[in-house]
């Protein structure tokens, strides 16, 4: 048993952070690895509990670069991840931009109101972005409000919708095909090529969803240029 | 600057660069061409830089008309291809062959003769914006490349010529790249959640035949054939999700990730293509066979090696 998810990609997997903090180590290790600029690392994608290098194949013998990695993302074990920005995600959690919201609330057995306000209550953490440019894979839904995955994806999912898949909560920087639930939508933009950093999460982001009305979204989602 | 005028372009037929990597870590895939080996080699043919952009053609091919001369030439598999004259006049355009187009020529190109993508690669410079660095198109989130989508009849892409002089590839390079590109096999490593399939699953996954399916792009090739058996019935964590990870989704029917592919996943993975097969799943033809064959960390890393040595080898000569 190897740790190689490929033949140029390694693939670390931290386990279960003890204090229940999920993601926390990983960051840590990327965060240490960004620091340490190890020649011959090309990219790096935290995930929940693996880190996944890709190891430049101009680089010299992958096994080296390897042995480098592993030793700093060891030496990173007791580190703390940082912790960024509280961001706050306006959210239009009415018709027609919450076509899900019911369902989500039958299952949970809950009002739709209930289930705003359990969703728009909560402190998030970005695990995580993945899946698609600026998509933020965020920690911290109240478990009451973790549903399966619709049997059907949709064929596209509007921008900016706010969506539960599992015990996941994400936002969708695109139209995309996708399986998870609409409960809001924003009017923010999550990924801009036009500035810098393009994403506008970043792992380890606190992020607060923040309710406003149809109106008021109709408003910010024509005034962003 | 000239133009190059988009008269048809079913393919699709996307600008790709040698791709966009680093931003996985922003849910970015490193695109590009599917094939960097035949838009490397193409390039260099027409005394470009190997990562310059190119244009991309798939299946359903295209046809190109020049505003002003220029040298082009057809990287990757065989497509029926052409140079139309100004005066109606034509003439073939083989695979790999450099050729001077005339002001008011055009390249078409048409079906399909073995694999499924050829690089167009123009002398000079296409004038295409740069968009985290790279002119590839993303196009599932219209990223890039010409407007972020596939070029379609009307455009018209500005291009700076180059040289007039090129190269062309000897009979035995092409037929060298021609196997290169057309294994009979797809080489893999062990996947990540290998231990998560039942050994008759792993079996069967390496004795089947699978067929390619037309739902196949640059995201993933979707595999037709036996289910293949998950073992654990509990979900798999997302992680990262590298190009030529082989997924199986509930239903049990495979997808190979291409370069467009998610960056993180929730599939679990039986295997991954190496590095030096990459440039196969490019010209994957839906209904083409596909079986998979184990090999060593070691030996994938050396038929890497190998290809790059046989890509430099063929350099233009001085």
């Given at each position: 048993m190897h740790d190689w998810a490929s033949d140029f990609r390694l693939r670390l997997d931290l386990g279960e952070d003890a204090s229940g903090g999920g993601s926390a180590r990983v960051r840590a290790a990327a965060d240490a690895l960004a620091e340490a600029r190890v020649p011959g690392v090309a990219d790096v994608v935290p995930?929940?509990?693996v880190l996944l290098v890709t190891i430049d194949p101009e680089a010299g013998d992958p096994e080296a670069v390897a042995d480098r990695v592993r030793a700093i993302v060891r030496g990173a074990a007791g580190r703390r991840a940082a912790v960024g920005p509280v961001i706050e995600i306006p959210v239009c959690y009415q018709s027609p931009y919450s076509p899900d919201l019911d369902d989500v609330a039958d299952r949970a057995g809950l009002t739709p109101s209930e289930v705003v306000a359990a969703h728009a209550s909560r402190e998030y953490r970005v695990a995580f972005l993945g899946f698609a440019p600026g998509f933020p894979y965020l920690e911290g839904l109240d478990p009451r409000l973790a549903t399966p995955r619709l049997d059907r994806p949709r064929v596209r999912v509007p921008e900016g919708s706010v969506a539960i898949g599992g015990a996941q909560a994400g936002i969708y920087p695109f139209a995309l095909p996708g399986g998870w639930r609409v409960v809001g939508r924003t009017p923010l933009r999550l990924f801009r090529t036009e500035v810098d950093p393009p994403a506008l999460l970043a792992p380890g982001d606190r992020v607060r969803f923040v309710p406003?009305?149809?109106?008021?979204?109709?408003?910010m989602h024509a005034g962003r240029g | 600057m000239g133009r190059i005028l988009v008269e048809r372009a079913l393919g699709p037929a996307l600008i790709q660069d040698a791709g966009r990597p680093g931003y996985a870590r922003l849910g970015v895939p490193a695109s590009g061409a599917a094939d960097p080996v035949s838009l490397d080699v193409g390039n260099r043919r027409?005394?470009?830089?190997?990562?310059?952009p190119a244009i991309e053609i798939a299946l359903a091919g295209g046809t190109f008309a020049f505003d002003s001369p220029a040298s082009a030439v057809l990287a990757g598999s065989e497509f029926e291809a052409w140079i139309e004259e100004p005066s109606?006049?034509?003439r073939p355009l083989g695979l790999w062959r450099t050729a001077r187009v005339p002001a008011g020529g055009r390249i078409h190109v048409g079906g399909v003769r073995g694999g499924a993508r050829v690089y167009l690669c123009v002398a000079g410079r296409l004038e295409v914006p740069t968009v985290l660095g790279s002119t590839s198109t993303y196009p599932a989130c219209g990223l890039g490349g010409w407007h972020g989508r596939p070029l379609r009849a009307g455009d018209e892409v500005p291009f700076a010529a180059g040289g007039d002089t090129g190269s062309s590839l000897s009979d035995d390079a092409a037929a060298a790249l021609r196997s290169l590109l057309r294994p009979d096999v797809l080489r893999v490593t062990e996947g990540a959640q290998r231990g998560a399939f039942r050994p008759e699953s792993v079996r069967g996954f390496h004795e089947a035949t699978f067929r390619v399916s037309r739902q196949s792009d640059r995201t993933g090739i979707r595999l037709e054939g036996p289910a293949i058996d998950i073992e654990s019935a509990g979900s798999m964590l997302t992680e990262g999700t590298p190009p030529g990870?082989?997924?199986?989704?509930?239903?049990g029917a495979p997808i190979v990730l291409g370069v467009d592919g998610p960056t993180t996943g929730g599939y679990p993975m039986i295997a991954a293509v190496i590095a030096a097969d990459l440039p196969a799943l490019a010209h994957l033809v839906p209904g083409d066979p596909v079986r998979f064959r184990t090999t060593t960390l070691d030996d994938a890393r050396r038929a890497l090696a190998e290809l790059r040595k046989l890509v430099a080898g063929l350099g233009v000569p001085s």
């Open positions: 995930a929940y509990r406003i009305d149809a109106a008021r979204f109709e408003r | 027409v005394g470009n830089p190997a990562a310059a109606g006049e034509r990870a082989v997924q199986v989704p509930p239903g």
